[in-house]
């Protein structure tokens, strides 16, 4: 068993995530250049891409660095070009793989590594006293949560003081404020959990606790991630799984207690953190800050060396354009939308064209093909989203056929087909890199128009796909874990803020991640 103190060594603070293993020693630094619109380093080429820019006719000519390149694509990253440079450096030479567990000691008989960032934190009797702090660590702690990874968290001591109701006092923020994954506790709720938070909505699955617990006493405290399961067990008892889940405190829910749920969990921290795991860096939370008394707490998990690190977000610098109706505008969520989440989460820019009740046909100002001409196309995109109306089915629109041709003024855009092709066509027209994506939504059964949806998905949509080799994100028959508090009361094709963050939004971000 390998243990550590958090201070040992040095820390990479990169996109305000903690990257442990810095430092090169007597190593030369590495050379990095672009070329082709890829990165090297020491001529090996990375499938890192940049956009290498070339001066406009009759300006000077203008020399920008790889890392300059790079930056300007990835704008949210905040940690120095030496620090950028060791990355890539691990990318195309990584270290040798550690087999052995990984113990991080960071508080040990009331002592801790590391910095206070509010509150005050002082050892007292054997124990590290908070008082609404925040700490943070000298080096963050990697804990995995898909099927290949497992870890243990211990922590000895009273989880909160007196007078002290809740606190996230574990967690970490991969990238931007929007985005966090945490172990939380809040006695109104009696719950200890583990949770994350997706722009505004904080999801939290947790452990249910006995009437009458109290979290100011001294208990050890053993959470362990099994591949499968996340565990808890309180004073050396026997182990329980996740019992409840709920969303910023509110709509709880027994949780079926299979795996399943553990699966949805890791999703959601996927959705966040853009990979497998997630780097925990602070004690307490903006927000949730930390009162306790607490003697040790240590972690073991599988080493960090097995986990690819990302700077940024990668859709960080993707620009996406969205185009649609009710569904692209929040209708149930006060404008809210998995747009505003996806950007929270990344720092993407983005422009969305959404107006409740609209159609695909063009038959006014506010259709799809008249909004998508309010998109800057100049700009470059690299998505286009558009929404598979239910608009034009549920109002009988003409569904048209499937025309022949590519070029937009051959399309027929009164009719729902011509109207899809017109604005593919368009788009591409417009920025011929620009990657057109539909997506499909939800509908009710008992909904009069049901049939001729799917219908028209299953055909004449499928086809327009098929010609222009586009691969539509289908939630019309996507299958996810889904709660009452997911959709508008008296429907099921409205999502909530909840529905949008723990259902959609981790749809949509997956069909991103897998194509990048």
Not at 68 to 74: G, T
Not at 499 to 507: E, F, K, R, S
């Amino acid at each position: 068993m390998k243990k550590r103190w958090l201070a040992a060594g040095m820390a990479l603070v990169m996109a305000g995530t903690l990257l442990a293993g810095a430092g090169c020693g007597e190593t030369a630094k590495p050379v990095v250049t672009v070329q082709d619109g890829y990165v090297y380093v020491n001529g090996e080429r990375t499938d890192i891409e940049v956009g290498e820019k070339s001066p406009q006719p009759g300006q000077p000519s203008e020399t920008k660095s790889a890392f300059e390149l790079w930056k300007e694509e990835n704008p949210s990253y905040q940690g120095t070009e030496e620090e950028w440079t060791e990355w890539l450096e691990n990318l195309v030479d990584p270290p040798e793989e550690e087999e052995e567990s990984v113990e991080y000691t960071i508080i040990e008989n009331g002592v801790f590594a590391g910095t206070t960032l509010a509150g005050s934190a002082e050892t007292k009797n054997g124990a590290l006293v908070m008082s609404n702090a925040r700490l943070r660590l000298s080096e963050g702690v990697a804990l995995p949560f898909g099927e290949s990874g497992e870890w243990k968290v211990d922590i000895t001591g009273k989880l909160l003081a007196r007078g002290a109701a809740k606190a996230q006092f574990f967690a970490g923020s991969p990238f931007e404020n929007g985005g966090r994954v945490y172990f939380g506790v809040n006695t109104e709720t009696n719950l200890i959990y583990l949770g994350v938070r997706l722009h505004t909505m904080y999801v939290n699955y947790g452990w249910k606790m006995q009437n009458g617990f109290d979290f100011t006493a001294k208990h050890s405290y053993s959470f362990r991630y099994d591949g499968a399961y996340f565990l808890l067990a309180i004073d050396g008892g026997k182990e329980q799984i996740l019992s409840d889940i709920n969303f910023n405190q509110q709509d709880g829910t027994w949780l079926d207690g299979d795996e399943t749920d553990a699966q949805n969990f890791s999703t959601l921290v996927r959705t966040v953190t853009a990979q497998d795991y997630a780097e925990m860096t602070s004690l307490g939370a903006e927000d949730f800050a930390w009162s306790a008394e607490i003697e040790n707490f240590t972690v073991t998990t599988t080493p960090s060396t097995r986990y690819k690190r990302y700077l940024a977000h990668p859709l960080s610098g993707k620009r996406i354009f969205y185009l649609g109706s009710s569904i692209t505008y929040g209708y149930a969520s006060g404008g809210v939308a998995f747009g505003e989440i996806i950007g929270a989460l990344t720092g993407n820019p983005y422009q969305k064209e959404a107006v409740p009740g609209t159609t695909l046909v063009d038959n006014g100002s506010s259709s799809y093909v008249q909004r998508l001409r309010n998109f800057n196309f100049a700009e470059k995109p690299d998505y286009l989203v558009v929404q598979l109306s239910t608009n034009d089915f549920s109002t009988g629109k003409d569904e048209g056929s499937v025309q022949s041709g590519t070029a937009s003024s051959g399309f027929n855009t009164g009719t729902v087909s011509g109207a899809i092709q017109y604005i593919i066509a368009y788009a591409k027209e417009q920025c011929p890199t620009c990657k057109v994506v539909f997506y499909t939504g939800a509908v009710k059964k008992s909904w009069s128009f049901y049939a001729k949806y799917e219908s028209y998905i299953n055909g004449d949509f499928a086809a327009i796909c098929t010609k222009w080799g586009i691969e539509p994100l289908d939630l019309f028959h996507a299958s996810y874990k889904s709660y009452s508090c997911f959709w508008r009361s008296g429907d099921d094709i409205h999502p909530t803020l909840a529905g949008y963050a723990a259902g959609w939004t981790p749809l949509f971000m997956q069909y991103f991640m897998d194509r990048i």
